[in-house]
């Protein structure tokens, strides 16, 4: 008997309806001979409804109370699903963090699992039920509930999958597989059969929210399968897996894009060792994420321009410590942008391919979108750019690498012969 996880997150648990189609697609599963242990997120717009409801007493509300808060939506959606599968004579039993053995640090909003106890899912699975554990969240040292970041009921999922060493971990959503960018914003997106862990951490990383990173950090690291599905249409979805058995990789597996971007530079700073370390260490002290980093060569007057991105939520506090680190340096000035938006490719295949960022840079060029920063790594290409051409850029560089869908009569004749 094969043991899956099956993760359905909020859309697909959004209204009682889907909790009874999802109760069915569990049943079904169960049919076909598979142990199954189900990971649920909130109903569609509610972790988003707590959270305000949080703020709405203090703005920037006590972490603590903040993930016992918004931790209470996952709550339901299990509550939910076991009794439409114990209405159907399906033995189930819903667990939360705590009761499923998920260890977390105390970085509450943002807590990393540690360690899971499966012993009591084991028990569950043994007495031939099926648990239907509580996404998102966990507990800490002290007993206290902590909450693992937006989208972290995929993390829950993989993270499940791996303790309990299942054959497939199953992400169930509403779209049928990985994309080789958002089909929301690029109709000529095309669903990929797979995808390596290595892409599609890249991917995650750089703005794809069909998976959270740490759900593909956690995957790639104890080499748990996982699937992409929709909750919605039968079909194969998207493997996630290490060995990549294409016959010919693209180039460009996939197109991301970011628009939680701002920048900051911080002009006329004295070209002396230890700035970088004085500049980042403000931003770092207080928790602030910094992903792209530019230091441009001294000019004739011996200072640097540096530049750096962090996330838009941390926008305003970054600047302040920007203007009073200038202070300190004597630096010329402070520049944001809060307006901007980070465009990448990705692909394995780019490893052994040189003049591809060329080719982006052409691309994105005759476009007439101007770029602000660049980054690379050996499997993707980043960009900043205005972020007024965010869905511009990504249908160009889309189509410039080949990656648009053929055209609906093609297909068609394709799937015909
Ligand atoms: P869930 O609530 O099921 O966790 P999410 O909204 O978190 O679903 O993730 C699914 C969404 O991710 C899709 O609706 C799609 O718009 C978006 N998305 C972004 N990039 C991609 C991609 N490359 N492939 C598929 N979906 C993507
Ligand atoms: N409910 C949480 C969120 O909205 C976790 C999740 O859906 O994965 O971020
Ligand atoms: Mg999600």
């Known amino acids: 008997m094969a043991l899956i996880?099956?993760?359905?997150?909020?859309?697909?648990?959004?209204?009682?309806?889907?909790?009874?189609?999802?109760?069915?697609?569990?049943?079904?599963?169960?049919?076909?001979?598979?142990?199954?242990?189900?990971?649920?997120?909130?109903?569609?717009?509610?972790?988003?409804?707590?959270?305000?409801?949080?703020?709405?007493?203090?703005?920037?509300?006590?972490?603590?109370?903040?993930?016992?808060?918004?931790?209470?939506?996952?709550?339901?959606?299990?509550?939910?699903?076991?009794?439409?599968?114990?209405?159907?004579?399906?033995?189930?039993?819903?667990?939360?963090?705590?009761?499923?053995?998920?260890?977390?640090?105390?970085?509450?909003?943002?807590?990393?699992?540690?360690?899971?106890?499966?012993?009591?899912?084991?028990?569950?699975?043994?007495?031939?039920?099926?648990?239907?554990?509580?996404?998102?969240?966990?507990?800490?040292?002290?007993?206290?509930?902590?909450?693992?970041?937006?989208?972290?009921?995929?993390?829950?999922?993989?993270?499940?999958?791996?303790?309990?060493?299942?054959?497939?971990?199953?992400?169930?959503?509403?779209?049928d597989g990985v994309y080789t960018t958002d089909p929301r914003v690029v109709p000529q997106a095309r669903r990929l059969d797979r995808v390596t862990f290595e892409e599609m951490l890249e991917l995650a990383s750089l703005g794809a929210k069909v998976l959270q990173i740490r759900a593909v950090e956690f995957a790639g690291k104890y080499n748990v399968p996982v699937r992409v599905l929709s909750t919605f249409e039968d079909g194969p979805g998207t493997l996630i897996a290490y060995e990549d058995t294409r016959m010919e990789q693209p180039i460009v597996s996939g197109i991301a894009f970011d628009r939680n971007q701002a920048k900051i530079t911080i002009r006329g700073v004295p070209d002396r060792p230890g700035i970088a370390r004085f500049i980042l260490g403000a931003v770092s002290d207080r928790d602030i994420d910094v992903d792209m980093i530019v230091q441009n060569v001294p000019s004739v007057d011996k200072t640097i321009d540096f530049s750096f991105t962090v996330q838009r939520d941390d926008y305003k506090s970054a600047l302040e410590l920007m203007h009073a680190a200038a202070e300190e340096l004597e630096a010329k000035e402070v520049l944001g942008d809060d307006k901007i938006a980070k465009l990448s490719i990705v692909g394995v295949g780019m490893k052994s391919h040189a003049g591809v960022a060329t080719r982006m840079f052409q691309a994105l060029g005759d476009e007439g979108i101007n770029i602000h920063l660049i980054s690379t790594s050996e499997i993707k290409i980043s960009v900043l750019v205005n972020e007024k051409y965010t869905e511009l850029g990504a249908r160009t560089l889309h189509s410039t690498f080949g990656l648009d869908a053929p055209p609906r009569d093609e297909q068609t004749t394709k799937s015909t012969k």
């Open 5 to 175: 996880v099956q993760k359905f997150g909020g859309t697909s648990v959004g209204s009682i309806d889907r909790i009874h189609h999802v109760a069915e697609k569990v049943i079904a599963a169960r049919h076909q001979g598979n142990d199954v242990v189900v990971v649920l997120s909130a109903m569609n717009g509610e972790t988003d409804r707590l959270i305000q409801l949080a703020k709405s007493v203090n703005s920037e509300p006590n972490s603590r109370e903040y993930d016992m808060m918004v931790s209470t939506g996952e709550q339901v959606s299990i509550s939910l699903l076991s009794i439409a599968l114990l209405a159907r004579g399906c033995p189930a039993r819903s667990l939360t963090g705590i009761q499923a053995g998920i260890k977390t640090d105390s970085s509450h909003k943002k807590a990393r699992i540690v360690d899971i106890d499966p012993s009591r899912l084991r028990k569950e699975l043994n007495e031939g039920r099926v648990p239907v554990v509580a996404g998102f969240q966990g507990f800490d040292e002290l007993g206290s509930i902590t909450t693992l970041g937006r989208g972290g009921s995929d993390t829950t999922a993989v993270a499940l999958a791996a303790a309990l060493k299942a054959h497939e971990c199953q992400i169930f959503t509403d779209v």
